[in-house]
T-cell receptor
Framework: DARVTQTPRHKVTEMGQEVTMRCQPILGHNTVFWYRQTMMQGLELLAYFRNRAPLDDSGMPKDRFSAEMPDATLATLKIQPSEPRDSAVYFC????????????FGPGTRLLVL | AQSVTQPDIHITVSEGASLELRCNYSYGATPYLFWYVQSPGQGLQLLLKYFSGDTLVQGIKGFEAEFKRSQSSFNLRKPSVHWSDAAEYFCAVGARGNTPLVFGKGTRLSVIA
């Protein structure tokens, strides 16, 4: 049963610290998405990659967020420095870039910045 | 701009009763429509999707949804709700080629005995 995995599942950190979240997409999927879920804003796209190339990162605060895909099996989302308003659940999703394909979501990383 | 509206923030139904969750979308091109379910502390699981063809689509767990282009709606239905269906339900719209989804704010479903 292929699944998207995310680590860590939970993270508590202090304001100003660096946070790194990792995602392992489903093997063979060439598209990876990062979404953020908050009570106020709901689910919002932060960034997405196709064949490891970033296609859209307009949803990310560029001064503190960065997203990369070092290889096809790993996507990372970094926040430096973190702020309390970054507290949210961060989801990674993966899929194939075909017309009728869908996105499969990981369990999320629940981040709390104190 | 693309948008999805789920008018009901919270719905409570009795176990065994029927369910309909509303979803309206605004999209400039042919929409690809999805319903996802999220249980507490979990990720999103796909219930069903609509790309083209038959406007009534069947999904997992006994759910179905009907696409009505004239009403820009994609409502989710289930004839008989089970207690295990209590969760948050999200409607989403996207484009062909598996592009980023635009989500509604979700509808929280509570099921009572």
């Amino acid at each position: 049963d292929a699944r998207v995995t995310q680590t860590p599942r939970h993270k508590v950190t202090e304001m100003g610290q660096e946070v790194t979240m990792r995602c392992q997409p489903i093997l063979g999927h060439n598209t990876v998405f990062w979404y953020r879920q908050t009570m106020m804003q709901g689910l919002e796209l932060l960034a997405y990659f196709r064949n490891r190339a970033p296609l859209d990162d307009s949803g990310m605060p560029k001064d503190r967020f960065s997203a990369e895909m070092p290889d096809a099996t790993l996507a990372t989302l970094k926040i430096q420095p973190s702020e309390p308003r970054d507290s949210a659940v961060y989801f990674c999703a993966s899929g194939l870039s075909l017309d009728t394909e869908t996105q499969y979501f990981g369990p999320g990383t629940r981040l709390l910045v104190l | 701009a693309q948008s999805v509206t789920q008018p009901d923030i919270h719905i409570t139904v009795s176990e065994g009763a029927s369910l309909e969750l509303r979803c309206n979308y605004s999209y400039g091109a042919t929409p690809y429509l999805f319903w996802y379910v999220q249980s507490p502390g979990q990720g999103l699981q796909l219930l069903l999707k609509y790309f083209s063809g038959d406007t009534l689509v069947q999904g997992i767990k006994g759910f179905e949804a009907e696409f009505k282009r004239s009403q820009s709606s994609f409502n989710l239905r289930k004839p008989s709700v089970h207690w295990s269906d209590a969760a948050e339900y999200f409607c989403a719209v996207g484009a062909r080629g598996n592009t980023p989804l635009v989500f509604g704010k979700g509808t929280r479903l509570s099921v009572i005995a």
